[in-house]
């Protein structure tokens, strides 16, 4: 009976009535298949859309025009007053210069004096030059003008040279003799031993005091010799 109920067929035989059989999923993600783009959301789609605005269209025109007018009618003949009255416009005031400090409106007004309006530079005697300096120019002047003025004069004037006499050569030689005596008893009276700077300095200076005299009393008596 279970032969006759189950007949047993080979595998081949199988196949080729039945066909393939899927074998069933029994692991990891189902398989789907992918839809069409076009059955994605559209960017914007979701959005509220306002209504459509209508045009108001106005049905009434103007057909007539109006009448053109006269020629010379609006205007008025020479001479004759006008009845319009024209008033001179108001000066509008300009406000006072203010700084902002903050964004709420905080204002805090300078003076002319404050160095943010440039005062100096917009003075009409800006770039000339003051009066006491012209002043003190022409003295300046004045004064040069003078000292070369008398430079020249002094220049002009010829210096009188007086000649000595053979008696006042020979006063003015005994007095250089006598003044060199005594620088000569000075130095004699020195010290040996000269050790300290005073004494360097004091011996320095009288010898060369004795050697002026000596230079002195020898170009006198060379020119009362000649004479």
């Not at 298949?33 to 049905?59: A, C, F, G, T, W």
């Not at 005062?119 to 004045?142: E, M, Q, S």
């Not at 003799?177 to 300095?201: E, G, H, M």
């Given at each position: 009976?279970?032969?006759?109920?189950?007949?047993?067929?080979?595998?081949?035989?199988?196949?080729d009535k039945n066909g393939v059989m899927e074998r069933p999923q029994r692991m990891g993600p189902t398989?789907?298949?992918?839809?069409?783009?076009?059955?994605?959301?559209?960017?914007?789609?979701?959005?509220?859309?306002?209504?459509?605005?209508?045009?108001?269209?106005?049905?009434?025109?103007?057909?007539?025009?109006?009448?053109?007018?006269?020629?010379?009618?609006?205007?008025?003949?020479?001479?004759?007053?006008?009845?319009?009255?024209?008033?001179?416009?108001?000066?509008?005031?300009?406000?006072?210069?203010?700084?902002?400090?903050?964004?709420?409106?905080?204002?805090?007004?300078?003076?002319?004096?404050?160095?943010?309006?440039?005062?100096?530079?917009?003075k009409k005697d800006y770039g000339v030059i003051p009066a006491y300096l012209l002043r003190r120019k022409?003295?300046?002047?004045?004064?040069?003008?003078?000292?070369?003025?008398?430079?020249?004069?002094?220049?002009?004037?010829?210096?009188?040279?007086?000649?000595?006499?053979?008696?006042?050569?020979?006063?003015?030689?005994?007095?250089?003799?006598?003044k060199c005596s005594r620088l000569n008893t000075a130095y004699q009276r020195l010290p040996f031993v000269?050790?300290?700077?005073?004494?360097?300095?004091?011996?320095?200076?009288?010898?060369?005091?004795?050697?002026?005299?000596?230079?002195?009393?020898?170009?006198?008596?060379?020119?009362?010799?000649?004479?």
């Amino acid at each position: 009976m279970a032969a006759e109920m189950c007949p047993q067929e080979t595998i081949p035989i199988f196949i080729d009535k039945n066909g393939v059989m899927e074998r069933p999923q029994r692991m990891g993600p189902t398989i789907v298949e992918l839809q069409h783009s076009d059955n994605y959301v559209k960017k914007h789609s979701k959005d509220p859309k306002l209504p459509e605005i209508k045009q108001h269209v106005r049905n009434v025109y103007c057909t007539c025009t109006k009448p053109m007018l006269a020629a010379g009618t609006f205007l008025l003949p020479a001479g004759l007053p006008a009845k319009r009255m024209f008033t001179a416009t108001p000066k509008v005031s300009k406000p006072p210069l203010c700084i902002v400090d903050t964004n709420k409106g905080h204002k805090e007004y300078h003076n002319k004096f404050s160095g943010l309006v440039p005062v100096y530079v917009k003075k009409k005697d800006y770039g000339v030059i003051p009066a006491y300096l012209l002043r003190r120019k022409g003295h300046i002047t004045k004064s040069l003008q003078s000292n070369t003025e008398g430079k020249q004069e002094e220049s002009e004037i010829e210096i009188e040279i007086e000649n000595l006499t053979d008696e006042e050569c020979r006063e003015i030689i005994e007095d250089l003799k006598k003044k060199c005596s005594r620088l000569n008893t000075a130095y004699q009276r020195l010290p040996f031993v000269i050790d300290t700077p005073s004494l360097k300095t004091r011996k320095t200076r009288l010898e060369g005091d004795m050697q002026q005299l000596e230079n002195d009393l020898k170009l006198l008596e060379t020119l009362v010799s000649n004479k």
